[in-house]
């Protein structure tokens, strides 16, 4: 009897979702001949259908060995380097453990290519096995399992009227990547927004209520992360799309979820032009809502995202919209100022036996001082380490106010560069005392 209740509300609540009308056109449309084919890689051709790839086993292994060693967020692109003697033993081991384990697959992916005509493509000599895990790090970490495998990936092409998209999954990523989780993702860095010509770039970003210095600071740092048409679906982000890679995150809403609500109640018809003509639409309280192209089955959140990541056809119509939806761009950079831009954020400061809440702009008020801490919100969710920055000072200064803190703008910046000295831009206005270039 639960049962039967159970599977009556989650039909019912679907109908809300989409009603049975809007499900079969959906499906109607995505069943026409040719909108969706599925095959080998066009560089396939030349280097075989097996190439070698991370696990997510792997990767998974690589975060929690980071996790346990006390370290927070690191930047994607990094290996944090060891922090004692001990830490370079460890790192040793693994370095040769995840070059023997790319040259075991390399061998088998050759193999396999061999197999279909293919010319072999393995240089080099096997490296040293990487011998006995130290025991430390077994207790640490755990056993660790191959950090390779091989792969066959496939290419998705999704033929719209206007656009076609063509995603390449299990996506090649660096040896020692701890980010990755879904070998049937698919990344795409699409059009890079600073190609764009300067006018209607500042047209946008005057749309989405940028001021001329907000605008600024976007492209000295937002606007480089990737272009409006950005996708990736293959690391702990799960859906991610857009400039700065806004993520549904693993409830299924996020950042992501906020662009979606924004485009929907700011231009209804565009949102229902782009996205819920082809299955995809959000709740109020922005969780995403995906229906499965072939069956219409229509899952939110969580699940959401399980379909956007299996079905390439929906992660596709991010992308479409990212090129040919004007709204949805301006969406993007709403959201965007909204939760990324620190001007207005307040923080904590530690004055003897007292704690001041000072509003950033107040102390931080050159472009690029607020281009530092926006690149450290992008990247790593919050301004850290400000506050501690500033309790040191007023502690060390003896500072008695918060204005007073704003005459040592130049030494807090220099204090919280994250992955580029902003200072150095020539179209950013720099901290008091700073020295021009």
């Known amino acids: 009897m639960l049962a039967s209740m159970l599977a009556c509300a989650a039909v019912c609540a679907q109908a809300q979702l989409f009603s049975e009308e809007e499900r079969a056109s959906v499906m109607q449309y995505w069943g026409a001949p ?13 280097t ?7 696990t997510v086993a792997g990767s998974q292994w690589l975060w929690n060995y980071n996790r346990a060693r006390g370290l927070g967020k690191t930047p994607p692109g990094s290996v944090p380097p060891p922090q004692s003697e001990r830490e370079t033993v460890w790192e040793a081991w693994i370095e040769a453990k995840v070059e023997h384990d790319r040259w075991l697959a390399g ?43 091989v792969e066959a990936p496939l290419y998705h092409v999704t033929t719209f009227d206007d656009v076609e998209i063509a995603l390449a999954d299990n996506v090649p990523m660096r040896p ?41 600071i976007f492209r000295a740092v937002s606007l480089l992360e990737g272009g409006f ?25 996020g950042s992501l979820g906020s662009v979606m609500v924004n485009l929907k109640f700011a231009d209804p018809d565009a949102f229902h032009r782009d996205f819920r003509r082809f ?36 992660i596709a119509v991010f992308q479409r919209a990212g090129r040919v939806c004007r709204p949805f761009r301006v969406a993007q950079l709403r959201v965007a100022k909204t939760q990324y831009y620190p001007a207005d954020d307040l923080v904590p400061i530690v ?28 990247n790593t969710g919050k301004v850290d380490p400000l506050a501690t920055v500033l ?9 008695r106010s918060v204005a007073e803190l704003a005459n040592y703008e130049a030494e807090i910046v220099a204090a919280l560069k994250y992955r580029k000295d902003y200072t150095a831009d020539p179209l950013l206005s720099k901290p008091s005392g700073a020295r021009q270039r």
Not at 39 to 46: K, N, Q, W
Not at 48 to 54: A, H, N, W
Not at 235 to 241: A, P, Q
């Open 34 to 46: 040719g909108r969706y084919r599925v095959g080998a890689p066009p560089d396939s051709v030349r």
């Open 391 to 399: 309790s040191g000072l007023v502690a060390s200064k003896q500072i």
């Open 351 to 378: 004055a003897g036996n007292q704690v001041w809440q000072a509003r950033i702009a107040d102390i931080v008020k050159s472009e690029a001082g607020l281009a530092t801490l926006m690149d450290r919100k992008v």
């Open 48 to 54: 075989g259908p097996f190439q070698v790839r991370l």
């Open 107 to 149: 061998v088998g992916a050759d193999r396999a290519n061999a197999d279909l005509g293919k010319k072999s493509q393995l240089a080099g000599a096997m490296p040293p096995a990487p011998g006995p895990i130290p025991a430390d790090l077994f207790d640490l970490a755990g056993n660790p399992p191959p950090f390779a495998s």
């Open 279 to 314: 299955g995809l639409d959000v709740t109020l309280d922005g969780k995403l809502v995906a229906m499965d192209p072939s069956t219409g089955a229509v899952s939110t959140g969580a699940e959401a995202n399980k379909t956007i990541i299996r079905d390439k056809r929906l």
């Open 176 to 216: 020692r990547y701890a980010y990755y989780r879904f070998e049937d993702g698919v990344m795409s860095g699409g059009q890079r927004v600073r190609d764009l010509p300067e006018d209607e770039l500042k047209a946008l970003c005057a749309d989405a209520g940028l001021s001329e210095s907000e605008f600024r």
């Open 229 to 253: 048409d950005s996708i990736n679906t293959y690391d702990t982000g799960f859906v991610s799309v857009g400039l700065i890679q806004f993520a549904s995150l693993s409830e299924g809403g």
